[in-house]
């Protein structure tokens, strides 16, 4: 199927590793320009690298998006190597287990900087000059988290049900069919640095093992019994990305096998 993402312009936040560089391979892969962003420089060339060697278009833009000033510096190396974007997908996030009673607010703070003010910054940037040229698309990386939140993850699931709540803000405010702005949100998703991390606490002995251990750690709460890949999320969000979702608006689209069980 022909996506007709020859020659956009794609900037995928944080995807120097996992998800994040699964969908810029995904993108760069259909013809588009890819930007690679992250806070290191390294893995960045790495993805960009592997990206220009299987013939595809790569751009590096660094910067941690939590501040200001680096965001705003990411937006204007792109504008003048590009010209701008048509696509953005925020995927920059961090966090995870942190006691809720127990965390000082500021932690609560910056957690809520990095996985939701991060695409806030993007967003006022980039959503103007999309409207200005007549199209775009917008997707922000979520979790089932958001609308199954667990003890011990209130923090992260608190930013990504804001970050779903703000997508369809958003996109209650584009109303000319030019733009669309989604969510997609993944389930247990099995990553290179999840195997990496599981090889290296001696709960696998390689990446095989590693994927069989998380399974067995997650799958009873999935009907597939399995967590997922990470082409399995790129695939749905180079669709979302693409000119033939353009009626696909203010969604939030799980991608997890089946675990979150209720209505979105």
Not at 69 to 86: H, M, R, T, Y
Not at 105 to 133: C, F, G, H
């Amino acid at each position: 199927m022909d996506l007709k993402l020859v020659n956009k312009r794609v900037l995928v936040t944080g995807s120097t590793d996992g998800i994040g560089a699964e969908i810029a391979r995904k993108f760069a892969r259909e013809g588009a320009t890819v930007v690679i962003n992250g806070r290191r420089a390294h893995a960045a060339d790495e993805v960009a690298a592997a990206i220009r060697d299987a013939g595809g278009k790569a751009f590096i833009a660094l910067g941690d998006l939590s501040k200001d000033e680096e965001a705003q510096s990411v937006v204007e190396k792109i504008q003048a190597e590009l010209g701008g974007v048509d696509i953005l997908i925020n995927n920059a996030a961090g966090g995870g287990h942190q006691n809720e009673l127990e965390t000082p607010a500021d932690e609560w703070m910056n957690s809520y900087n990095t996985n939701v003010l991060s695409m806030v910054r993007l967003i006022q940037n980039l959503l103007p000059s999309m409207k200005e040229q007549g199209w775009g698309r917008i997707i922000n990386i979520s979790s089932g988290a958001a609308t199954k939140p667990s003890a011990g993850m209130g923090i992260y699931c608190s930013g990504k049900a804001a970050v779903n709540n703000l997508t369809v803000a958003l996109a209650q405010g584009v109303e000319n069919g030019d733009v669309t702005i989604n969510t997609v949100s993944p389930g247990a998703v099995f990553t290179p640095g999840t195997g990496k991390y599981f090889v290296e606490h001696g709960m696998a002995a390689d990446v095989d093992e590693a994927r069989e251990a998380m399974n067995k750690m997650a799958g009873n709460d999935i009907p597939f019994n399995r967590v997922g890949e990470t082409d399995e999320i790129a695939n749905v969000v180079v669709f979302l990305g693409s000119p033939l979702a353009s009626y696909v608006h203010g969604a939030n689209i799980r991608v997890d096998g089946g675990y979150v069980p209720t209505m979105n």
